[in-house]
């Protein structure tokens, strides 16, 4: 049996977390019948849920590559994180519907302050672990952590506003203003599952590393090519925690198969030290291959 790596120790860890959140905030809404609390607990639903689809996408893109799957299953937190998106969405919807009701039928507090401080509680668990999970899932080039991390993040803001808003309701015995905090709640969740589904689809298409990554990998071919005479159609891709690096290197007619292997390895290994979990192809041409006078040319230079 499969050892858990660190990725899947995290994304099973936030499952007791997200159980012990929601538990905290719906025993607040249940003290109080705040409708902003009920908000606040029913996108802790979300996050219970999508723990364990992260925890499930993990566990799947750990898995070695196979006959069927040559590259790898590492994409498959990308789909755990466009469910992320797509539940959070479903979750805003839910809360607009009981703002609408508050709105028709506004009901007093009963126990402000003790359903305040459950919710505080939750909400003080909620900050700890979106930072834990945002700075590892960046750590680990984890998509699924990362998406998890950012939800609670979300979660947390959008917390701190209900605590302030229900404050408000206790204070002024304004009613209508507790299913506007639920309203105002279900906007920043429709904008944050939006932003979270974008964010993985692109992923899904294959996106190129980010500008500064690109320029990295480009600099490392440079400085790691030498006996070589170019280097040119650069591709990259992320797919989960791996990156993806193919070139083509042109090498001088009387280069023997050792010495370009060589120097292969040296650039593989670079490339390597600088994006561990990588896989790299370089297709070695000969000399009337060569596009520029020497360097490296990405393609979307080429016309």
Known sequence: MRQPNRIQVYAALSIPLALSVLGLKYVAFLVT???ALYSDAIESI??????????????ISAKPADANHPYGHSKVEYFSAVLEGVLI???????????????????????PLLGLTVNGMATALNAVWSWVLISRGRRLRSPALLADGRHLLSDLYTSVGVIAGVILVAVTGWRML????????AVNVL???????????????DHALPDNELEQVQSTIAAEMLGALEAHDVRTRQAGRVTFIDFHLVVGETM?????????D???????????????????????KQKDSGGVLLMSDEP
């Open 178 to 185: 507790d299913s506007t905090i639920a309203a105002l709640v």
């Open 46 to 59: 979300i996050n219970v849920v999508t723990a364990f689809a992260a925890l499930g996408a993990v566990w």
């Open 191 to 205: 904008w944050s599952g939006w932003g979270v589904i974008q964010e993985s689809t692109a992923g899904l298409m």
């Open 33 to 35: 019948g705040s409708v």
């Open 89 to 111: 969405i479903v979750a805003s919807l839910l809360i607009l519907r009981e703002a609408w009701r508050g709105f028709h039928h506004p009901r007093p507090l009963d126990a």
């Open 266 to 288: 040296r650039i593989e290994n670079a490339l390597t030290a600088k994006f561990p979990d990588s896989v790299i192809s370089i297709h070695v041409e000969p000399p009337h």
């Open 256 to 264: 023997t198969v050792l010495a370009s292997h060589a120097i292969c």
